[in-house]
């Protein structure tokens, strides 16, 4: 099963090297981000989350960055693994419920 | 503990007809959210439920229902089905209501209307 469509934006990274994905959120009254991975033929699944008191939170192999002045949320992922390849998508909370992105689609290449 | 379970996994309908479909959160959790998922428009919000109340809801028709149960299993229905109701149906579970949380997605739901 796929995700998404066939014209997301995609971003192709080597192996080993390190990944930003970007996403501009819409509201400026959103207060709670978070960042999910969605690999063919399963449901999106939480990776990283960020409150909007923080400008950047780091996890394991990954760092959220989060520009308020700008609306604008990244995803960092380090030394990035064919495992990685997926959609990544950023949700805002707005509201009492989330809004996502669009995705992104990154490809790893060996 | 077992993750968030949607049945079925695959489902072929007419148009005009109806389709119930089954999500059952993690254990603990008592909230449901369901999300619609097509190629054209991404991700877009459906429903929340919490302890048997909705509440919220995105902006879709009144074809689209949904319900919860006292165990925190939800159904959601579609009638009159459309053939642009063909998506991946997403049920996500979380422990609060709103936006205080992670949301744990089911692998969905593949609905073809034809």
């Known amino acids: 099963g796929e995700n998404v469509g066939l014209h997301l934006p995609t971003l192709s990274v080597q192996e080993g090297d390190n990944s930003i994905i970007n996403c501009a959120y819409s509201n400026s009254a959103s207060d709670y981000f978070i960042w999910y991975k969605q690999e063919s033929g399963k449901g999106p699944q939480f990776i990283i989350d960020i409150r909007s008191n923080m400008d950047k939170r780091q996890g394991q192999r990954v760092t959220v960055l989060l520009n308020k002045t700008v609306k604008h949320l990244s995803l960092q992922i380090a030394a990035t693994q064919p495992g990685d390849s997926a959609v990544y998508f950023c949700a805002e909370n707005y509201g009492q419920n989330f809004v996502f992105g669009p995705g992104t689609r990154l490809s790893v290449l060996p | 503990k077992a993750g968030v379970t949607q049945t079925p996994r695959y489902l072929i309908k007419t148009r005009g007809q109806q389709v119930t479909l089954s999500c059952s959160p993690i254990?603990?959790?008592?909230?449901v959210s369901w999300y619609q998922q097509t190629p054209g428009q991404g991700l877009q919000f459906l429903f929340e439920?919490?302890?048997?109340?909705?509440?919220n809801k995105g902006n879709f028709p009144g074809r689209f229902s949904g319900r919860q149960f006292s165990n925190s299993r939800s159904e959601m229905n579609v009638s009159t089905l459309e053939l642009g109701d063909s998506a991946l149906y997403l049920c996500?579970?979380?422990?609060?209501?709103?936006?205080?949380?992670?949301?744990?997605f089911g692998q969905g739901t593949r609905l073809t209307v034809v």
């Open positions: 254990s603990g959790h008592r909230s």
């Open positions: 439920y919490f302890s048997e109340t909705q509440r």
């Open positions: 996500a579970s979380s422990l609060e209501t709103g936006t205080n949380g992670k949301a744990f």
